[in-house]
């Protein structure tokens, strides 16, 4: 699981900071990536990136203002000439289906793949074996969430020694007891998994929120994650600005990330008023607050480690 | 007059050619900027040039197709942040109201100037005392047409000694002189301007032409530009390509500036295919049919000059 950061600054592109998208690469979990929102040049960004547009298979938008949504058309546009060929599903607020629908008719383009809008109307969004995505509504001047992904457990390692003492040889057995709950050998002895795989992995719990006013509301829901993506538009001194445009503040988003007992909080959607001086001064404030705080900057990579 | 490529690829961006844009600055002129066509990250390139978004008074669409037009909903937005108050002309097909107006809609953005729409189903588009446009219709997959500016005669320039010889000495007279056809002086004596200016100085033309099929019937119409910019998606050798797409070919677009007599000729909408060693083998062939040619480069200003 691997993030990058395709735009982090906020409301209009700047030399240092595209508008918003994130970028969650899952190729060896699910040979997929999905993106998080997708502002104008979000396809550009991906260009000077590893990211292979066919390989997006999931889109969430966390809200319809213009900095999130304006690259869509362009992106899904320049995925089919490049031979994506399977679906992308489209998670989002209701108009979004609109917007995308009508830029590409007045475009006269026509998708190689199938597109499948998906509503966030209720909080479990998606689930499979690997994992599950809800959302959670902000509070923003328009409707806003967040997406919370939560990784289920998985079978712990194997334990050679255990094996090895209940007669089973190394081979293409040992893949088959992983993958089952119970495996009968030729000789009939059933070999339980439990018995011999260690404890069972942690799935990891990445939550990328939206636009946001701060608010105590989410720290239930975003509890415990493994990293949190939590916008900081504004520095602690501007905390009124924040207040009058529904954002949030570096030391708020900090404050949430500490009470919500998160490992690693990534402020995200920075104005592009403060300079990297600002910033850097700031961050050593925060971090008194929350010690595993960082900017996050365009093109950087946050890899989510497994545990065990 | 300045003409500032910002996108000068086909299609998808890459990363040395963005998509279609360019910028033609007459801040002397008129204090004015006009955008000619509008594909995504427009507004990012034009971080990258002098061009200032609030200049931009006109801009002028060729054809439906997302990379000339999907830059427009952001541009139009971030122009309002930017503090651009004077209202935008926008000329273009008629679904382009809709598009844009869904656009700022489904994103909740209120621009804080008034965006007005032109119908382009008239040849003659805009006219005033400096120079006229006029759009004329292309050959392409879907409705596209090309922008002749054509700037009006201008008075030639003041004879000092003739003035002179006629008692006239330098002072504001000189600019009331040179607005005016004639001016009664103090003493009743009459000056009339055509007998104390030079011949009048040529107005400049400039014929920026969208996606096209290389066609004659353009000929007459772009004939005697002191500027030419023709799509060159394809070099000579992919001139199937070219049929197949309704696009042309360098060397098509070379024998149309050679008929048509112009003095500069800009091939633009380049492929990304093509390797910069490509591109310099072909201009080099190219040159041999019309040598005035250059490739538009992004981010590259071509300033047309005005005679005497
Ligand atoms: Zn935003
Ligand atoms: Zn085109």
Redesign the interface.
Known sequence: MELTFLGTGS?????MR??SSLALSMLQERDEVWLFDC???T??QI??SSIKPRKISKIFITH????H???L??LL??RS??EGLNPVEIYGPP??K??IE???K????RLKYDLIFKSISQPKLFEDHHLSVSSIPLKH??PSCGYIIEEKDSVGPLLPDKLKSLGVKPGPIYQNIKNNEKVRLSDGTIIYRDDVTGPPIKGRKVSILGDTHASDDIIEHVADSDLLIHEATFIHEDQELARKYFHSTSLQAAQIAKEANVKQLILNHISSRYLHEDLQKELKQIKQTFPNTIYAEDLSSYTIQKEG
């Open positions: 409301g209009v592109p700047s030399k595209n508008v502002g104008e040049a396809q550009h260009l000077h319809m203002h213009g900095d949504i304006f690259g058309p362009g546009s320049s000439f490049q108009r979004l609109e917007f009508i830029s590409l007045v475009s006269e383009t001047g328009i």
